[in-house]
C-alpha cells in the first residue's frame, strides 16, 4: 500500500522526492512495551516541517479509531497539521484543530485532493508469453528496470517479486534459529553501500529476531549497469536502525547462483565476501549463530553457504520459496550484527 501510495504522489501529483520521507523513527517515551515509533511516510513542506502523516494499511484491515489513534501519535510526534490513512478501498482525512484534537475533513489541503487516489494493482505476468512480461515491467514504473531485457534475470526477478510482492505471507514463521515475526507491507526505500552507492527500489519489509534481537529487515532484487557497462543483479537485504540505514548484504545473482533444471531452481550461494572484513570471519560468525550447516565446500577446498533455492517464477510461491527469504533475513543479521561488533572493538 505504500508503495501505491508514493507513486501517486510521486508521479500523479508530482511531489518532490526529497520532501517525502519514510518510517522515521521517534522516540516513545509513555509505552513500556514501545521505545520507538515510526510513521510509514511523512511529507514535508519547503521548510522540512511535516505536513501530512500517512497511515497505509493493508487491504482486508479495515480503517477504525484504533488506526486514527495509531496515527494521531505519530502525528503528535511530527507535529503534523494533517492526516491520512488508507488501505487502499477507503481513505480517511484528519485535520489538527487549534483548540486540540483531531476532526474528521473531506479533503486534504496540502495535495488540494477530495477524491480518492487510484487503486493500482500491477497484475502479474503470464510467464510464458513474452508481451505480458514486457507489459509487466513497464507498469511497474521502477526506473531501474526500463530497458531490462536479460531473459533469465528477467525471469530471477519476476520469481523474486512472486514471492515477495505477489503472495500473501502467514506469519510467524520460524526457521532455523530466525523468527520472521510481521510483514510490514512494501515500500520504496534508498539504502546505502558501503561503498558510497546505493539503490532505490521497492522492498518487502520484514520485522524479524534472533537470539533476542529483532530487527526491521527489507528484501529486494535490484538490476543495474556498472561504470565498465556490466550489468548485475543484486539480492539486497537492508537493515532500518535509529542511526543507520545500510544493505547489511548485497548478493550478486550472476556469481552465486546455479540453475539446477530438473527442479527448475534457482540455488542461491554466497561465499561470505564482506567489505573489510574476511571470509573466514564471516564464516566463523555463521557457526556460532548455530547454522554452520549452510557451509558447503566445493571446487579446490573452497567455502561458501547455501542459502537456499528460487522456484521459477510460474512454479514460485512464499510456500516453498519461505525458507529461502528466513535464510536471507537470518544472514543479513547476522552480518550486521558482526559489522557493529566489529565496529565497537577498533
Known amino acids: 500500500m505504500r508503495q501505491r501510495v508514493l507513486h501517486w504522489l510521486i508521479h500523479k501529483r508530482g511531489w518532490d522526492r526529497s520532501k517525502?520521507?519514510?518510517?522515521?523513527?521517534?522516540?516513545?517515551?509513555?509505552d513500556p512495551n514501545?521505545?520507538?515509533?515510526?510513521?510509514?511516510?511523512?511529507?514535508?513542506?519547503?521548510?522540512?516541517?511535516?505536513?501530512?502523516?500517512v497511515e497505509c494499511k493493508r487491504p482486508e484491515v479495515p480503517l477504525s479509531q484504533r488506526v486514527d489513534n495509531q496515527a494521531i501519535e505519530y502525528a503528535i510526534k511530527s507535529n503534523a497539521p494533517y492526516i491520512w490513512v488508507t488501505n487502499g478501498d477507503s481513505h480517511k482525512f484528519l485535520h489538527r484543530r487549534r483548540e486540540g484534537g483531531w476532526q474528521d475533513v473531506s479533503s486534504l489541503e496540502p495535495l488540494d485532493i477530495s477524491f480518492d487516489p487510484p487503486k493500482v494493482d500491477i497484475d502479474f505476468p503470464d510467464t510464458g508469453k513474452e508481451a505480458d512480461i514486457v507489459r509487466y515491467f513497464k507498469e511497474l514504473r521502477d526506473p531501474q528496470f526500463q530497458g531490462f531485457e536479460d531473459s533469465w534475470k528477467r525471469h530471477f526477478v519476476l520469481a523474486m517479486h512472486k514471492v515477495l510482492f505477489d503472495t500473501g505471507h502467514k506469519l510467524p514463521y520460524t526457521h532455523e534459529g530466525v523468527h520472521v515475526l510481521e510483514d510490514r507491507g512494501t515500500a520504496f526505500h534508498e539504502?546505502?553501500?558501503?561503498?558510497?552507492?546505493?539503490?532505490?527500489?521497492?522492498?518487502?519489509?520484514?520485522?524479524?529476531?534472533?537470539?533476542?534481537?529483532?530487527?526491521?529487515?527489507?528484501?529486494?532484487?535490484?538490476?543495474?549497469?556498472?561504470?565498465?557497462?556490466?550489468?548485475?543483479?543484486?539480492?539486497?537485504?537492508?537493515?532500518?536502525?535509529?542511526?543507520?540505514?545500510?544493505?547489511?548484504?548485497?548478493?550478486?545473482?550472476?556469481?552465486?547462483?546455479?540453475?539446477?533444471?530438473r527442479k527448475r531452481c534457482w540455488d542461491i550461494y554466497h561465499s561470505g565476501r564482506m567489505s573489510n572484513v574476511k571470509d573466514a570471519v564471516v564464516l566463523d560468525a555463521v557457526?556460532?549463530?548455530?547454522?554452520g550447516h549452510w557451509i558447503d565446500?566445493?571446487?579446490?577446498?573452497?567455502?561458501?553457504?547455501?542459502?537456499?533455492?528460487?522456484?521459477?517464477?510460474?512454479?514460485?510461491?512464499?510456500?516453498?520459496?519461505?525458507?529461502?527469504?528466513?535464510r536471507l533475513l537470518h544472514y543479513g543479521i547476522i552480518r550486521t550484527n558482526l559489522r557493529e561488533t566489529l565496529t565497537s572493538r577498533r
Open 287 to 291: 557457526r556460532e549463530a548455530a547454522v
Open 34 to 53: 514501545r521505545h520507538r515509533i515510526r510513521p510509514d511516510i511523512e511529507l514535508l513542506d519547503e521548510e522540512d516541517a511535516v505536513l501530512v502523516v
Open 297 to 326: 565446500t566445493y571446487a579446490g577446498g573452497r567455502q561458501r553457504m547455501y542459502l537456499g533455492g528460487l522456484r521459477a517464477a510460474d512454479l514460485a510461491t512464499w510456500k516453498n520459496s519461505k525458507r529461502f527469504i528466513a
Open 20 to 30: 517525502l520521507r519514510l518510517e522515521k523513527s521517534y522516540t516513545w517515551l509513555t
Open 191 to 261: 539504502f546505502t553501500n558501503r561503498g558510497g552507492g546505493s539503490y532505490y527500489s521497492r522492498y518487502r519489509d520484514f520485522i524479524a529476531a534472533t537470539q533476542g534481537r529483532v530487527e526491521a529487515l527489507s528484501v529486494a532484487v535490484n538490476w543495474s549497469v556498472t561504470d565498465k557497462g556490466n550489468d548485475r543483479l543484486a539480492l539486497c537485504v537492508g537493515v532500518s536502525k535509529a542511526n543507520r540505514v545500510h544493505h547489511a548484504l548485497q548478493l550478486i545473482v550472476d556469481q552465486n547462483h546455479e540453475y539446477n533444471d
